[in-house]
């Protein structure tokens, strides 16, 4: 066959090259956190001292009530159903009928190796676009572009604390010609990468919104138990229609290692979820056995569990004020958070210093931070600001979360900790502070 | 806006209809192994005995050595790295090289959560076309169908004991109008559905048409270690720059409920494997943490593991060779396995019969053969052979595994299991055969 030879050579070797990738995928590196993580370990290895806020990964340890549950259950293997765990489900929605007073039944939750994943194949099965309020959750954007979902980016100000105004979402919609186009509009609260989280007055005009233009809301509450003074509320209380609830183990029971996520979906949603867990047999299957047996103790909770909690929110309260205290009189902007473990950081006030510095995008702001200083956060790029605005996250995670825990259960529940409690037990994070703030005024 | 409402008028109401699924994903069901399992537990509820050979589940409990490792490591929770805990790529390098001959390093290796997952990722990032031998396993042409990709089969013969012949590949490819174009050829042995596998002179051929025709070769090895004279040979062996070779704990170890899944790489697959990697840091992240530091015992392997091996085997070729021998004595044709715990049974010299029962395709025989007898087994059409093709697959582990260990412990290695071995602690698979045999003839 003379014509397949000659052919063949005009064809570049195969083995080595990349014509053959999706284009989708072309450009899409490792996750920027996962990224960040794994450069930090390796200035580490080569002596440097890191200040590792890059991570966002609870520092506090798995309650020793679930790992003895990992322990007890470790020789379970046989193939869990799809959507997972009976008892596990039921936990689920017990979970967010007591926390969040949504009525969600067992049959409407999907158990997955993380919400991440979830969050993929929703993408995947539901034809819509994808509404992302910024700053946002680094993964969302790639996941999108990965499946080729159109995504609309909606810039929040600090000076809405970084939350999506209902009158944005008017104006928005009010532009688009097509208002009834299908819509996931993705709210996450205690957000990454800014710990703050909405008033329910908000919540309550965004549900009227979506409910009008029948858009679907992907509510990531994942650091749900994290709002600090333990009074999140979901938006589904006002949406319950169309609102999925996203969380899971990773934040608030410290195990994002284990990958265990959850997916409550609005009763008449089974043409969703079920396309999910038709995909999800094709994927993952179903998530480890031994994990999902122990985390039904995480799920259905109990005083220990809650003890736990307190004392986690008491630690990282006291952390994020006393962290943006230090910013502040840096002369960075940045709020104190309600909730979770981060801080996005504005150093527009120093904009014009920076720049004498070379530095005029997030990416540079942070590179320099850390090679200068030791302190790894992350450019307000991933997070869908523009590349030239010197934002950027942090999170004030890098402590030893078993030790803090156990000096803060020597102080009885309900006392606040004392004033020097950072100081005497998480110094590092107070360093790395006073790191950033002095580096943003050299 | 007037607009607004009358186009609002003509709308079906939003949350209940299935006009905003991905066009690719409608009408996927629930993988059939997985399905047939839950109808079967249904059935079994009801009271009714029911012989589950549907699910290709190993019956064998997990080593005690690797249970034990995971209560050890029950309190990790850190993310692991995207690509895998750097042990465990080691081990399963060092596995690869020492059971299969080939030249594996760690940093060619990625740990997932399940080998099905890896699959899917696979045919995401590379844009090719998926080439598949049939009978198949239920899950390749689902997951092509999913991410859109053009399959093409090649249905093999009761003949050629179910494997792809080295001239039908050649003989596909010369009726191809682009021979060059990007192909993954997906190879599965030993063989789920029918548990034979390649003679190696077969594989030296094939080895050489991917070669000459650059096609990527996905090896499905995940039965390897289930060969039953642990005589497995790799197709890696001949053609290592463009074979993949897909394994895991699930089915030697007997951890499918675990969910970790290997893929092994040619070293210069750094394009293909990274964008994978990088796909899989917006997806699943990571294995579960715990999870993957008990599989570094597995892969390592070692006298106790080794052992366990010896058994299994044992066990499943006595009961193949049994089974084979009652469905033949039946007129069914199959093949005694050479690995793994599944047969092929083709059904066709008893077509007419059947036809006058009104059984003229898989489904129909499956479906009858569960509701007349209680045997659960899978039709032929879901490892994509013709629809009116009757046959079927079953898998033979409806017994107790960890009995069956115990019974053949108390016996030397190297020694044949006595004749009634099954008989006596694996009888209802082959009551389950005697079933099918008789109602073929029925």
């Known amino acids: 066959m003379p014509i397949i030879r000659q052919y063949d050579q005009y064809r570049p070797e195969m083995k080595n090259n990349r014509h053959s990738l999706n284009l989708n995928i072309r450009g899409i590196s490792e996750s920027p956190t996962l990224t960040i993580n794994e450069l930090s370990k390796k200035l580490q290895k080569s002596g440097k001292t890191v200040y ?23 020789h379970e293997k046989d193939y869990l159903p799809v959507k997972g765990l009976d008892a596990l489900r039921q936990a689920v929605a017990y979970f967010h009928r007591e926390k969040d007073q949504v009525d969600i039944k067992a049959k409407n939750v999907l158990i997955g190796p993380g919400s991440k994943e979830f969050l993929f194949l929703l993408m995947l099965v539901y034809y819509g676009e994808v509404l992302l309020p910024t700053p946002c959750w680094v993964s969302y954007a790639p996941q999108a572009k990965i499946i080729g979902r159109n ?12 939350r999506l105004t209902p009158q944005q979402l008017s104006d928005f919609l009010a532009a688009e010609k097509d208002q009834y186009k299908p819509r996931l509009l993705v709210l996450n609260y205690p957000s990454n990468p800014d710990g703050g989280t909405y008033v329910t007055e908000d919540l309550k005009k965004i549900a009227r919104i979506a409910r009008k233009y029948e858009m679907i809301i992907l509510s990531d509450e994942i650091y749900g138990q994290l709002h600090f003074k333990g009074e999140h509320v979901s938006i589904a209380r006002f949406y319950p229609e169309g609102t999925i609830i996203s969380s899971g183990l990773s934040k608030w029971c410290g195990a994002g290692g284990w990958r265990l996520g959850t997916f409550a979906f609005p009763a008449k949603f089974d043409w969703l979820m079920n396309s999910m867990a038709a995909v999800a047999s094709e994927t993952y299957t179903s998530v480890s056995a031994p994990i999902q047996y122990a985390a039904v103790k995480a799920f259905r909770g109990g005083t220990s569990i809650e003890r736990y909690l307190m004392h986690v929110r008491r630690i990282l309260e006291h952390l994020g004020e006393k962290s943006t205290r230090i910013l502040n009189l840096g002369g960075i902007r940045v709020h104190p958070p309600d909730g979770a473990f981060y801080l996005f950081l504005d150093f527009n006030s120093r904009a014009a210093k920076l720049q004498k510095r070379g530095i005029q995008d997030s990416s540079t702001l942070c590179e320099k931070l850390l090679l200068e200083t030791g302190v790894a956060i992350l450019p307000g790029e991933a997070f869908q600001r523009p590349a030239e605005e ?6 004030f995670v890098n402590f030893d979360g078993a030790k803090a825990l156990a000096m803060s259960e020597a102080i009885p529940p309900g006392e606040a900790l004392p004033k020097n409690f950072g100081e005497k037990h998480c110094p590092e994070v107070l360093h790395a502070m006073q790191k950033i703030a002095d580096w943003a005024n050299t």
């Open 52 to 74: 590792r806020l890059g991570l966002g990964q609870s520092p506090f340890p798995v309650p020793d009530a679930v790992v003895n549950e990992l322990k007890h259950h470790a």
């Open 151 to 162: 995504i609309k980016l909606i810039h929040t100000s600090f000076e809405t604390n970084w």
């Open 390 to 395: 010197l934002t950027a996250r942090l999170a």
